[in-house]
């Protein structure tokens, strides 16, 4: 058990595609119990395996509140299966630090994934929850998109990034999300 170091947003790990697990090895489960560590120890609500430097298809979730506890997840070679509807989510990143940000996220989604035993499973949180949000956050990490990319203030945001001395938003990344927008327009 061990606390890794978290890489900061300007490392291109960050933004480099994640391989697929073969095999849920003794080696892979060692590295889910330190990503656990390092979560926690940095009280986040997920950390993704590119944010300590392993370009591997794994993330870590534990979404409890002081209200509502909720079980520690680990998800292996995670799929979206199905997405639809449109939120905004108010979110912060570990490779952020001090940076909390609006970002467009889908209200619903299913995904399948493995557990740290390599046993498939298929996950629909209640719509726009944490849960729901944050697995779109990691699952996203693992594709080498970073939160900034789904920006809804984006001058808002190239400001609070120079304010904490991280790099600016890469236009060329920026998502095209007409579906999302199309919803949120329609919402408000
Ligand atoms: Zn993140």
Same mark, same amino acid.
């Given at each position: 058990?061990?606390?890794?170091?978290?890489? @900061?947003?300007?490392?291109?790990? !960050?933004?480099?595609?994640?391989?697929? #697990?073969?095999?849920?090895? =003794?080696? #892979?489960?060692?590295?889910?119990?330190?990503?656990? %560590?390092?979560?926690?120890?940095?009280?986040?609500?997920?950390?993704?395996?590119?944010?300590?430097?392993?370009?591997?298809?794994?993330?870590?979730? %534990?979404?409890?509140?002081?209200?509502?506890?909720?079980?520690?997840? &680990?998800?292996?070679?995670?799929?979206?299966?199905?997405?639809?509807? =449109?939120?905004?989510?108010?979110? /912060?990143?570990?490779?952020?630090?001090? &940076?909390?940000? %609006?970002?467009?996220?889908?209200?619903?989604?299913?995904?399948?994934? @493995?557990?740290?035993?390599?046993?498939?499973?298929?996950?629909?949180?209640?719509? @726009?929850?944490?849960?729901?949000?944050?697995? $779109?956050?990691?699952?996203?990490?693992?594709? /080498?998109?970073?939160?900034?990319?789904?920006?809804?203030?984006?001058?808002?945001?190239?400001?609070?990034?120079?304010?904490?001395? !991280?790099?600016?938003? %890469?236009?060329?990344?920026?998502?095209?999300?007409?579906?999302?927008? $199309?919803?949120? $327009?329609?919402?408000?």
């Amino acid at each position: 058990m061990s606390v890794l170091k978290i890489v @900061k947003y300007g490392d291109p790990v !960050l933004r480099e595609p994640t391989k697929e #697990i073969p095999k849920v090895s =003794a080696k #892979i489960q060692k590295l889910v119990h330190d990503m656990f %560590d390092t979560m926690y120890a940095n009280n986040g609500v997920g950390l993704a395996a590119p944010q300590v430097g392993e370009s591997k298809r794994i993330f870590v979730l %534990d979404c409890s509140t002081e209200e509502e506890p909720m079980p520690k997840m &680990v998800f292996i070679n995670p799929v979206l299966i199905k997405k639809e509807g =449109a939120m905004v989510s108010w979110e /912060g990143c570990l490779s952020f630090p001090n &940076v909390f940000i %609006d970002v467009k996220r889908y209200s619903e989604i299913t995904i399948r994934a @493995k557990d740290i035993k390599g046993k498939v499973f298929t996950l629909t949180p209640e719509p @726009k929850t944490l849960l729901c949000r944050a697995i $779109q956050h990691e699952l996203d990490h693992l594709n /080498g998109i970073l939160f900034v990319d789904h920006v809804v203030d984006r001058f808002g945001t190239e400001a609070l990034l120079k304010e904490n001395a !991280l790099p600016p938003i %890469d236009p060329v990344k920026i998502l095209s999300e007409p579906d999302i927008d $199309q919803i949120l $327009q329609c919402s408000i």
